[in-house]
């Protein structure tokens, strides 16, 4: 059952339960006899209108319709619906209690704000769940009550503030939970209880800032927490203990500024991410309790030294350093004497001092690590000394706090949110870390805006209907990382903007009225590392337009109209390694534009009118690229030599969702890991042949079926033997129909020798693949000829 709704769905096979897996089976068989032996009512089956339904597949699509509600005259054997982009509002009690039978759900971006409890109350046979891209705000204690199968459950970029006690109670097969893209600033005690074989939980992408000690209470199955892309600046040491499987942590893009001693003891931990955050020291016994760790992810911080890992840490096998001003002096020697000793790689180069600058750590040699004078040490020294030092905190009970606001002393955290406000409060605290003021009515903030509250890191200003930043609004932020002007009104910036912000790394400029890239207004942010446009008016990208942006690694573009892009948009950003344009007006590669992205590792050109990819479109970032997205564009040709120049390095390539009869050759693509050509109209003819071959010699889930010949239609390329007639397959053509025929007929002489009995049996298997294969192996030979004159 799980392999037919896997086929019908396009997902990704669910981890195995075989215990489940076989009560659906002795469930789901008893409904196909009713069809099999045409009992009455079985082949009645309901097609509520607007809908599209397979009654073969048992599936029910009605996606993009503006449904206001789950249609009541779904077939009741129905195993996979599809509700993706209606206007369901409301999901009430008993909302599926008509499909007892579905083992697949979706109801991506259907305007979902309410999940009532008991919702999904029947489906005991669910085993994926998709929720995302919706409104909802809260996830109620009885919202998930009936899901006793549930495998996988996605819940990302809705605005899911709060988690019930006991939302989680009733699923206790779950393996995913995915959370990312919400607005969870606070996990209380027990949020996840009931999760007896969770495996991997998802919650990157939120504001959280707080976790309760117990928030990951009971999680005894998990291996995989993502926590990267939230608030936290403090290391959650007590509450991480509570995860004693846990193998995988990643809590990269939070703005801590030091780990210290013992700070991680999670005794299974074998990689732990902690990059592009502010860490500006790092204990040598920060990992000590770690002992399985192997693997430390320390780059894209404002490390300038390293000491060696204490007497007793784990067995580390690499340090990535990278993107640190690491001062390769003779402070760093210890370090490299440890790691050459230990055999620990370090990834990474020197920033200084300036004959070592550039040089790959792993290169330098501990004798060349010299301090050059006496004078040199002290002063290195006495910076060292004033940059660990910690800001005091205020005494208890006297943390300042402007009124309609709530201050939180212990964890340095203000917020005003959606309180209404029309000015800026005054009177924060100075050791104020975190400001949250999203969803007030600002319009307009004036210079000077946030004076006395030099120490904040994050700053939200979400929603504040802000149409104007006067110059010199942000004066005095000097320790602001991340500052978030999402979803407002600005249309343009000047270009002393951020004056005053010279540690700004991240800004989020998405949904607001750009209707022009910034160009200039990035000037005064040399840490500027990603920079968020996404759902803008943006038409174009000119030369220049990242100009002071050199340190720039990630440009997220998705959902603006840009329609043409300048062959030096992109120069002044050497070190850019994330470039998303997705879902734009592109009727071309930018290859001309990726001349000087020489450190580009994923592009993501997904949804764009591109019809033609021209040869060797990504040749410019052939050495560094690794993902690749060109999936739902239309494309309907690729050039032979499309592909030429991407190699090994290449990890994931995307083309879903197009109008493709064929594809490059993949052969080149050695590392691929993930690979997607669903949803292409594949003529299974000779031309495909070589993607047929590629098929059978890679260890890949590759989704990639046949549209053309009519009865191939819905069949797995992987699958089909009519290639085995193409020219050069076979050394004559009179053994053309042999081939031809089913795997288990392909022995025909040892089965003469068996009896006239085995003969019959093999000559009924045999006469379908003829009836197929014998007249049309001329005909395809002669469209291969044809197709391949018209090429040239």
């Known amino acids: 059952m799980d392999a037919l709704t896997n086929r019908a769905t396009g997902q990704l096979p669910q981890t195995s339960d075989y215990t489940s897996m076989f009560k659906s089976y002795v469930s789901f068989w008893p409904v196909m006899a009713l069809l099999i032996l045409g009992i009455p009512g079985a082949h009645s089956a309901k097609c509520p209108k607007l809908c599209v339904c397979d009654t073969v597949q048992l599936t029910v699509a009605c996606v993009n319709k503006n449904l206001t509600a789950v249609p009541p005259t779904i077939d009741e054997i129905t195993v996979k619906l599809d509700l993706r982009g209606n206007d369901i509002q409301e999901l009430p009690t008993n909302a599926f209690k008509h499909t007892p039978y579905l083992t ?11 999940v009532r409890e008991g919702a999904f109350r029947g489906l005991g046979r669910l085993v994926f769940l998709n929720l995302a891209n919706n409104n909802i705000e809260i996830l109620f204690q009885e919202s998930f009550d009936g899901l006793s199968s549930l495998k996988q459950l996605l819940i990302d970029r809705n605005r899911v503030e709060e988690i019930k006690p006991g939302a989680f109670s009733q699923l206790g097969f779950l393996n995913l939970l995915s959370l990312t893209h919400n607005q969870l600033v606070y996990l209380p005690n027990m949020v996840f209880q009931g999760l007896q074989n969770i495996k991997w939980l998802r919650l990157s992408h939120n504001s959280l800032n707080n976790l309760a000690l117990e928030a990951f209470a009971g999680l005894f199955t998990l291996t995989r927490l993502s926590l990267d892309h939230n608030e936290l600046q403090f290391f959650p040491t007590e509450t991480m203990t509570r995860l004693p499987e846990v193998t995988r942590l990643d809590l990269s893009y939070n703005p801590m500024t030091y780990l210290g001693e013992d700070a991680v003891s999670m005794s299974k931990l074998t990689h732990l991410l902690l990059d592009h955050m502010s860490l500006q020291d790092f204990s040598n016994t920060a990992v000590l309790p770690t002992k399985s760790l192997t693997h430390l992810d320390l780059s894209h911080n404002q490390l300038r030294v390293l000491q060696p890992l204490a007497a007793g840490s784990p067995k580390l096998t690499r340090i990535n350093l990278a993107g640190n001003p690491i001062y390769c002096s003779c402070y760093l020697r210890p370090l490299r004497e440890w790691a050459l000793r230990e055999k620990v790689r370090l990834g990474g180069t020197c920033g200084g001092p300036p004959h070592l600058s550039g040089e790959n750590l792993e290169a330098v040699q501990p004798v060349n690590l010299r301090c050059q004078s006496q ?7 006495l910076e060292e000394q004033e940059r660990v ?15 309609d606001c709530h201050c939180e002393a212990d964890i340095f955290h203000s917020s005003c949110e959606n309180r209404g406000h029309t000015k800026v409060p005054r009177g924060f605290a100075p050791v104020t870390r975190l400001l949250d003021l999203r969803g007030n009515h600002f319009h307009y903030l004036p210079s000077n805006s946030f004076p006395g509250i030099p120490e904040v890191v994050s700053l939200h200003l979400q929603r504040c209907k802000i149409h104007e930043l006067e110059t010199g609004a942000f004066n005095g932020m000097k320790g602001l990382i991340y500052l978030y ?7 343009s910036l000047s270009p002393d903007t951020f004056k005053g912000l010279p540690q700004l790394t991240y800004l989020h400029l998405e949904k607001n009225r750009f209707t022009q890239f910034p160009k200039g207004a990035f000037k005064l942010l040399p840490g500027l590392l990603a920079l968020h446009m996404e759902n803008n008016s943006i038409g174009k990208l000119e030369a220049g337009v990242l100009a002071s942006a050199e340190h720039l690694r990630g440009l997220y573009l998705t959902s603006n109209v840009i329609s043409s892009v300048s062959p030096r948009a992109f120069d002044p950003a050497p070190h850019l390694d994330t470039l998303h344009l997705g879902n734009n007006k592109l009727k071309d590669v930018p ?22 990819v021209a040869a060797e479109a990504f040749r410019p970032v052939g050495v560094t690229l690794k993902h690749l997205y060109l999936d739902n564009m239309g494309l309907e040709k690729m050039s032979k030599d499309s592909l030429s120049g991407l190699g090994s390095g290449l990890q994931s390539l995307f083309l879903e969702g197009n109008y493709m009869e064929e594809v490059p050759d993949l052969r080149p693509l050695t590392g691929l890991e993930v690979i997607n050509l669903a949803e292409n109209p594949f003529h299974c003819d000779c031309p495909l042949l070589p993607l047929r071959k590629w098929l059978e010699k890679v260890n890949l889930k590759v989704r990639a079926t046949c549209a053309h010949p009519p009865e191939l239609k819905g069949q797995r390329v992987k699958d089909i033997h009519i290639f085995k007639s193409c020219p050069g397959e076979r050394p004559s053509s009179t053994q053309a129909p042999r081939t031809s025929k089913p795997p288990k007929a392909t022995k025909p002489k040892p089965a003469l020798l068996n009896g006239p009995k085995v003969v019959r049996v093999m000559k009924a298997r045999a006469r379908p693949g003829k009836r197929h294969t014998q007249p049309q192996t001329p005909q395809l030979a002669k469209q291969a000829t044809v197709k391949k004159r018209k090429v040239v």
């Open 485 to 491: 002007l999402s979803e407002n009104d600005l249309s």
């Open 591 to 612: 290859s001309d534009a990726l001349s000087k992205a020489s450190s580009l590792g994923e592009l993501r050109l997904s949804g764009n009118p591109i019809r033609w």
């Open 375 to 381: 004078e040199a040490m002290l002063k290195a020294e």
């Open 104 to 114: 697949h759900l979706s109801m991506q971006r259907s305007n979902i704000r309410t």
């Open 389 to 403: 030092t910690l800001p005091t905190t205020p005494p208890p009970n006297k943390v300042k706090c402007p009124d």
